[in-house]
């Protein structure tokens, strides 16, 4: 291994980095400190307090919070723990709850959920800061721009690709859409969240959870990371510059720890600059820990929106130029989570969860649209955008906290009446979602229910036909991809997570994770006309796969 490859790779073991920062917190960590702990309370070892650290870090601080201060899920600082005690918070690990915490007795052993449960009774660790200085010198070009190929090498349909998160293995698979066959895996950081394409779809971008930035280049023979750099120790979002005279100029990442995004090069992952979250909420109260959210790139100008979960703010980030940035703040509700575009792309819709609402930003005119009142904890993923039979173009979302999915009227030109409200309501198979999808040459509308405790309904999806939404009691069919996939007997619950079309919109992908990377996985093809399994994809190298990202359809925005 070339030594600059191995330092970015060292720098970027973030689980560790992250459970020395718990074990001992860095000296230059700036974020305000630790909240009191009650008198007497749990103690642990140095050895147990540091995996429980680490673990904290992989399963928990994404919903709660690196300072435990709660967001998706509960505040968990121990003046909230120790009230409930140590037996109450090994049940809630151990089985989850109604209010969408997921069960984690199938993914951690009873000493794990007991050295957690005294673990979060324990004042909260401050991780340490990640400044331009860290990044710049976590920053590797492994190919110069004017090195790599000036065309493309391989014989594939670069539009169909599928890249996709191998979660626990910290790999991303490029798989073949048209020949279903692994194409390459490369390796990236922790449990990849997602990946976005560049304008020119030349390039995959992708964001470990561990902060860890790859660059991914498919003009190759085989998908090479050409850059790579650690944007912060927790991260969960990316994209790049879409607008004309642009395209693939600048790439934005947003971190959860430290609450920053950062602008970078888009060919070379080069940091540029470096923007601070923290500040207040919209309630006008400070906040330590604003984390970035979800981050959408405008195709009509050159801006970003980038949610800022814990203020409830959306930032619209315009990148002509990025020495003079010029930051709208736009109000909307807590937490700010993932959105998507409207199909006109004007508007952009986004969950904040914990208000039960979709805020909606117009994009064209700088503002907050609306904020639509929702079922308990929407969460949407992109959403999925269609028309409705009596409603007209319409986007949907499901549910974390409700078994149903909800339709928002988007068109407020043609439609006013309908606009911004949620024109219907209609069944999951079961609460606890996380993503809805279809595609504008399909007829369906897929939800998924992966994090539900009950593994017949994790492993089922609900599909509606969009066309009979305009009857009165519109029938869903439920189809258990699970079964499909044929895994046998697992420990691990087998979640059907994360549909994804096509490039022709004729096949929707769905992952089935067991969320135990000794365990077999696989990817369920659904032929999209006949609702019924095309191929089940089953590799060794598909470990733990969750989120996967068709090149065309994510490059412009299709879903
Ligand atoms: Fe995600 C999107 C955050 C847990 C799979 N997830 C997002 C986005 C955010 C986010 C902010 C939007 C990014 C964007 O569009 O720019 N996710 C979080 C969390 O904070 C949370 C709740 C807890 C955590 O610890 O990370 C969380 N997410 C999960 C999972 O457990 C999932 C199911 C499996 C995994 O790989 O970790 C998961 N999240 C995904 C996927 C997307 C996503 C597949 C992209 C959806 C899309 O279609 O764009």
């Given amino acids: 291994m070339q030594k600059g490859i191995r330092n970015v790779l060292m720098l970027a073991s973030l689980p560790l980095a992250i459970s020395l920062a718990f074990a001992a917190p860095a000296e230059k960590a700036a974020a305000p400190a630790a909240s009191a702990a009650p008198a007497a309370g749990p103690t642990l070892s140095a050895e147990d307090k540091a995996?429980?650290?680490?673990?904290?870090?992989?399963?928990?601080?994404?919903?709660?919070?690196?300072?435990?201060?709660?967001?998706?899920?509960?505040?968990?600082?121990?003046a909230n723990t120790a009230k409930l005690g140590t037996s109450r918070l090994e049940k809630i690990m151990s089985y989850g709850t109604e209010g969408g915490m997921p069960n984690f007795d199938d993914i951690l052993s009873k000493k794990e959920i007991a050295n957690m449960a005294a673990y979060l009774q324990m004042p909260a660790d401050v991780p340490p800061e990640w400044g331009m200085k860290d990044m710049k010198a976590s920053w590797k070009l492994h190919v110069p721009v004017a090195q790599r190929p000036t065309k493309q090498m391989n014989n594939v349909n670069l539009k169909n690709v599928f890249a996709v998160t191998l979660r626990d293995s910290g790999e991303v698979a490029l798989i073949d859409g048209d020949t279903k066959q692994i194409w390459?895996?490369?390796?990236?950081?922790?449990?990849?969240?997602?990946?976005?394409?560049?304008?020119?779809?030349?390039?995959?971008?992708?964001?470990?959870?561990?902060?860890?930035?790859?660059?991914?280049?498919?003009?190759?023979?085989?998908?090479?990371i050409v850059a790579t750099m650690k944007a912060g120790y927790e991260a969960r979002s990316v994209d790049t510059s879409k607008y004309k005279g642009f395209e693939d100029k600048y790439a934005v990442v947003g971190s959860y720890w430290p609450p920053q995004y950062a602008i970078l090069d888009g060919e070379t992952l080069e940091p540029l600059k470096l923007i601070s979250t923290r500040g207040v909420t919209v309630d006008g109260e400070y906040h330590p820990e604003p984390r970035v959210a979800s981050i959408v790139s405008s195709h009509d100008k050159p801006e970003w929106v980038i949610n800022i979960k814990e203020t409830g703010m959306i930032k619209l980030v315009d990148y002509s130029d990025i020495n003079n940035l010029k930051e709208v703040t736009v109000n909307s509700a807590k937490f700010l989570h993932d959105g998507g575009w409207d199909a006109s792309k004007r508007y952009f819709l986004v969950a904040a969860n914990a208000s039960n609402k979709v805020a909606v930003v117009d994009t064209k005119e700088g503002k907050l649209a609306a904020l639509v009142d929702t079922a308990k904890i929407p969460h949407p993923g992109r959403g999925a955008n269609f028309n409705h039979p009596k409603y007209g173009p319409v986007?949907?979302?499901?549910?974390?906290?409700?078994?149903?999915?909800?339709?928002?009227?988007t068109d407020p030109a043609k439609n006013p009446q309908h606009a911004w409200k949620v024109v219907q309501e209609v069944?999951?198979?079961?609460?606890?979602?996380?993503?809805?999808?279809?595609?504008?040459?399909?007829?369906n509308l897929w939800a998924d229910a992966p994090l539900n405790p009950d593994p017949k309904l994790a492993g089922s999806v609900t599909v509606y036909n969009i066309d009979d939404l305009g009857n009165p009691d519109p029938k869903p069919q439920v189809l258990d991809l699970a079964a499909a996939a044929n895994l046998g007997k697992t420990k691990g619950i087998q979640r059907v997570v994360?549909?994804?079309?096509?490039?022709?919109?004729?096949?929707?992908?769905?992952?089935?994770?067991t969320?135990?990377?000794?365990?077999?996985?696989?990817?369920?093809?659904?032929?999209?006309?006949?609702?019924?399994?095309?191929?089940?994809?089953?590799?060794?190298?598909?470990?733990?796969?969750?989120?996967k990202f068709n090149v065309y359809n994510t490059q412009r925005d299709i879903y």
């Fill in 395 to 409: 986007w949907a979302t499901s549910h974390l906290g409700a078994d149903v999915i909800s339709i928002i009227g």
């Fill in 51 to 78: 995996a429980a650290g680490k673990t904290y870090f992989e399963r928990c601080a994404g919903c709660h919070g690196m300072l435990r201060k709660g967001a998706t899920g509960k505040n968990l600082e121990p």
């Fill in 184 to 224: 390459g895996i490369v390796k990236t950081g922790y449990a990849v969240h997602i990946s976005r394409v560049s304008a020119s779809g030349r390039y995959v971008h992708v964001i470990g959870r561990d902060g860890r930035y790859d660059l991914i280049d498919m003009w190759y023979e085989k998908p090479t």
């Fill in 515 to 547: 969320g135990n990377k000794t365990e077999p996985s696989a990817i369920v093809v659904v032929d999209d006309k006949t609702r019924t399994v095309k191929n089940v994809i089953k590799d060794p190298r598909l470990v733990t796969p969750t989120g």
């Fill in 498 to 513: 994360h549909g994804e079309y096509n490039e022709k919109g004729d096949e929707v992908w769905f992952s089935v994770w």
């Fill in 427 to 443: 069944k999951n198979h079961g609460a606890n979602s996380l993503f809805v999808k279809t595609h504008p040459k399909s007829k």
